[in-house]
């Protein structure tokens, strides 16, 4: 028998909480979606007035962000890139997506979870989800 490690509920409520209070502290508006290992969403808050958009956008890259154990950056350099990259199509999954801001959760070498925000800059939306990924290692590390 294989066991896998995730994250769970109580982990989605940490990271949900910290980006809240940093959107709130910096009277921004936006998304964040907390997935399983297998890009399933746990949670999702969509802050009163965010753009209904973002909703789908978070989720799906956080769903991307567990599925490839990598930064949705990183794909979306790699399908804009006319040297290195290829068609996002190849990953033969229409949710993938290439907007930074989803971001996996790395423990031991392994994708256990992956948190995504959107709504504000790409680079805006990084910060914000490293924030989450930090509380959620911070708390487990206890």
């Known amino acids: 028998m294989r066991q896998e490690t995730t994250i769970d509920h109580r ?9 809240i209070a940093e959107l709130t502290k910096r009277n921004a508006l936006g998304v964040v979606a907390v997935a399983d290992q297998h890009g399933e969403l746990i949670a999702l808050m ?3 007035g965010a753009q ?3 909703g789908t956008i978070a989720t799906n890259k956080a769903y991307t962000a567990a599925r490839t154990c990598k930064p949705t950056r990183d794909i979306g350099r790699k399908i804009r890139s006319a040297d290195q ?8 999954d229409a949710r993938f ?3 930074g801001g989803g971001m996996p959760i790395i423990v031991g070498g392994t994708c256990v979870g992956a948190v995504a925000v959107s709504g ?5 939306d990084i910060e914000l989800a490293s924030m989450g990924i930090t509380a959620i290692l911070q708390q487990n590390a206890v």
Not at 11 to 19: E, K, P, Q, T, Y
Not at 120 to 124: A, F, Y
């Open 97 to 99: 997506i290439g907007w």
């Open 85 to 92: 990259g290829f068609d996002i199509a190849y990953y033969g």
């Open 52 to 54: 209904l958009q973002s």
């Open 46 to 48: 969509r802050m009163t």
């Open 120 to 124: 504000l800059s790409e680079d805006e």
């Open 11 to 19: 982990d989605a409520d940490i990271a949900i909480r910290v980006i």
